[in-house]
């Protein structure tokens, strides 16, 4: 059973840092892209940052310039280095990743149970 796990969430002040992590468990056979994602209370879940297994990356605009999405392929993880928080931010955050089991030919896309992250003064 292959699953992913989040940890490194938390209450932060505004313009202090953050980081989290998402490690992936099971029976992998390989991992391609890997993504955090975030919903916001009455908002919809949206995407913050990717990375592929080459490590290209791309960033939500609202981001770009204060967060870092990085990936251990030896360890399956992913992580999001969030700095200067803003109060903006606040949502719960999910990792995502595009997953091949050892016991399929296919590539399944994978959700963690989420992270709340909370900035405020």
């Known amino acids: 059973q292959v699953q992913l796990v989040e940890s490194g969430g938390g209450l932060v002040q505004p313009g202090r840092s953050l980081r989290l992590s998402c490690a992936a468990s099971?029976?992998?056979?390989?991992?391609?892209?890997m993504r955090w994602n975030r919903q916001a209370p009455g908002k919809e879940r949206e995407l913050v940052a990717a990375i592929t297994t080459g490590g290209s990356t791309n960033y939500a605009d609202s981001v770009k310039g204060r967060f870092i999405i990085s990936r251990d392929n030896a360890k399956n993880t992913v992580y999001l280095q969030m700095n200067g928080l803003k109060p903006e931010d606040t949502a719960v955050y999910y990792c995502?990743?595009?997953?091949?089991?050892?016991?399929?030919?296919?590539?399944?896309?994978?959700w963690g149970q989420g992270t709340q992250v909370t900035v405020s003064s």
């Open positions: 099971g029976s992998i056979f390989s991992i391609n892209t």
């Open positions: 995502n990743a595009d997953i091949r089991p050892s016991s399929s030919p296919y590539y399944i896309a994978y």
